[in-house]
């Protein structure tokens, strides 16, 4: 089993910059594909970012080029920076973890964190 907690959410007005971390207990996530998906009021959950155990990404189109996600396998944790914050980035974020290396989805992510809400204010 894997726990993921994830922390740094908060409040924040467009343009400013976040970084989330998931922080992974229970299983060494090195050989995990780890990722970030987030859900806003009302709509699915989605993805958001991804990275595999040899550090290749992928990001949703919504947010390449402001969010980068990297992991620190030594500290067993995860991270998005978000970066140009924008109102529609407002949700709850949620990190992920899947033993596969197929692309994560909402369906087949074995593990979930508990979120973090992220708020942006115009």
């Known amino acids: 089993q894997v726990a993921l907690v994830e922390s740094g959410g908060g409040l924040v007005q467009a343009g400013d910059s976040l970084r989330l971390s998931c922080a992974a207990s229970g299983r060494t996530i090195s050989r995990y594909h780890m990722g970030w998906f987030r859900q806003a009021p009302g709509l699915e959950r989605e993805f958001v970012a991804s990275?595999?155990?040899?550090?290749?990404?992928r990001y949703a189109d919504s947010v390449k080029g402001r969010f980068t996600i990297s992991r620190d396998n030594a500290k067993n944790t995860v991270y998005l920076q978000m970066n140009s914050l924008k109102t529609e980035d407002t949700a709850v974020y949620y990190c992920a973890a899947d033993a596969r290396n197929a692309p994560l989805t909402t369906r087949t992510v074995d593990y979930w964190g508990q979120g973090t809400q992220v708020t942006v204010s115009s």
């Open positions: 990275i595999w155990s040899g550090d290749r990404t």
